[in-house]
């Protein structure tokens, strides 16, 4: 998409951060799953009142980057009006998918229709199945955001900050898996749905870090964040996938 590609290019204007502000830039971490260990590159900027967010997942074997998987995603800050008041929401706008599988590339495009409140879905893959254009409607609901972007989503929602706040309560938002259909042949019992409700949850301070837990189809993700709310690390326990700091030592994280 060039709206896509345009948006990641522009360079966004150099202002102080605030405190508690997560910083934008790039972030290399480290990737493991049951197949490996990989980087995994994130990349993230907020241009206007827009979100763009880039993610690689790189196989550095053989002394060259290989890409297996690359998504960029674009999210619209703004509000809606909820009875006399209203709420600041994340609305996402537009995402661009590739990942190889076996060798073959699969690829899918979004953008949202919103005269039609649905996700237009344009598929180009090896197989028949996935392939060709479907509008998928949007369940109700307020708060949404694109998994690959639950960190900065979450936080312009101001759901972290309200999370920490209220450490009992549980925050609802759906979740719009970004590497739809294909993220079902990837991981086990989520994504057969575009759309999957979830929940966030406070769950303490650890090593000097904010701990978060993601609910999302009966699978538990713990999204660790600086105290600036820069994302330090992601464990998907279900999955057997850790994101961590490049060097640090994988952990036990069921604490």
């Known amino acids: 998409m060039k709206l896509l590609a345009f948006l990641f290019l522009l360079s966004s204007c150099s202002t102080p951060l605030l405190q508690g502000e997560p910083s934008q830039g790039k972030t290399n971490y480290s990737y493991s ?31 060259s980057s290989k890409v297996l998987e690359k998504t960029i995603m674009v999210s619209q800050i703004g509000s809606i009006k909820v009875n006399k008041s209203r709420l600041l929401t994340v609305r996402p706008v ?32 090896p197989e028949t199945k996935w392939q060709g254009t479907s509008d998928i409607k949007f369940p109700k609901g307020k708060y949404f955001c694109f998994f690959s972007q639950i960190p900065e989503c979450l936080y312009h929602n101001y759901f972290l900050t309200l999370a920490q706040e209220n450490k009992n309560k549980r925050f609802d938002f759906y979740v719009v898996w970004d590497g739809y259909p294909y993220i079902q042949d990837q991981l086990t019992r989520v994504g057969q749905s575009l759309f999957a409700p979830a929940t966030l949850k406070f769950d303490g301070e650890i090593n ?42 994988v952990e036990s994280d069921d604490e």
């Open 33 to 63: 799953d049951v197949s490996g260990s990989y980087r995994f590159v994130r990349e993230n900027r907020q241009i206007k009142k827009k979100l763009v967010t880039r993610n690689q997942l790189l196989d550095n074997k053989g002394g």
């Open 94 to 125: 537009a995402s661009e998918f590739t990942v190889w599988l076996e060798g073959k590339k699969y690829h899918s495009r979004m953008k949202l229709n919103e005269k039609t409140k649905s996700m237009r879905l344009t598929l180009d893959s």
């Open 208 to 249: 000097g870090q904010i701990r978060y837990i993601v609910e999302v189809e009966g699978q538990m993700i713990l999204y660790h964040f600086k105290r600036s709310y820069d994302l330090e690390k992601i464990a998907w326990i279900a999955q057997g996938i850790t994101i961590v700091p490049p060097g640090q030592e």
